[in-house]
């Protein structure tokens, strides 16, 4: 079972534009093709876990969801940046489409998009890190035992000035280079020479 990041969408891979709905509005920053290639170099599975309740919302449809994943992949392949899977969460307790408005356990702080992206890709969620611009990434790192690395980006600026109670981040960074710098020096890293983990399959 192999360590992977977990990587939020909007306002850590991508800029935080609201509900994004118009693929012209898709705009990565600078920094996070090299930051995604780094990761990739390292052996890490990148898997993205995001919120989309756009789709309860009525927003934009699952298939624009599908859309925009395609162009982000299409912005990362010139530069050699791959995400190698993208989970998704299109309900909202409060949506506008019956069929997507409910409680649901995959809308992240919940933990079942890591779950099926693990038995999915065979990771292993307690050796893995969680990057996002939200509490609500920390708080899913915590429910999946994950290290949780907040970004600057995005919300993460002002989220990090009102921490909830009874949470906390691993690192607070600038962005995602910045977390992808942090991942590739942590002694759980199983790359890391230094590393507390050894595992041959990795
Ligand atoms: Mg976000
Ligand atoms: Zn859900």
Same mark, same amino acid.
């Given at each position: ?25 898709? =705009? ?12 990739? %170099? ?23 969801? %599908?859309?925009? %994943?395609? =162009? ?8 050699? &940046? ?8 299109? %309900? ?11 409680? /649901?356990? /995959? ?9 099926? &992206? /693990? ?35 995005? &919300? ?39 590393? &507390? ?6």
């Amino acid at each position: 079972m192999k360590a992977a990041v977990f990587l939020d969408r909007d306002g850590t891979i991508i800029e935080d534009v609201g509900y994004l709905a118009r693929i012209e509005r898709l =705009a990565l920053f600078p920094w996070s093709v090299d930051a995604i290639r780094a990761l990739n %170099h390292a052996g890490l599975p990148v898997v993205v876990i995001t919120n989309q309740s756009g789709v309860a919302r009525k927003y934009f449809a699952e298939r624009f969801v %599908h859309e925009t %994943h395609r =162009a982000l992949d299409d912005l990362l392949a010139p530069g050699g &940046a791959r995400i190698d899977a993208y989970y998704y969460c299109p %309900h909202h307790p409060d949506g506008k489409l019956p069929e997507y408005s409910r409680l /649901c356990d /995959c809308r992240k702080p919940g933990r079942a998009l890591v779950d099926r &992206a /693990c038995a999915d890709l065979g990771l292993d969620p307690a050796r893995s890190f969680v990057v996002g611009d939200t509490w609500r990434d920390v708080g899913l790192a915590r429910a999946v035992g994950a290290r949780a690395v907040m970004v600057r980006t995005g &919300a993460g600026a002002i989220e990090e000035q009102r921490p909830p109670a009874g949470l906390a981040a691993d690192a607070v960074v600038d962005n995602l280079a910045a977390a992808a710098s942090w991942i590739l020096m942590n002694p759980l890293n199983p790359l890391n020479p230094q590393s &507390a983990i050894r595992d041959p399959q990795c």
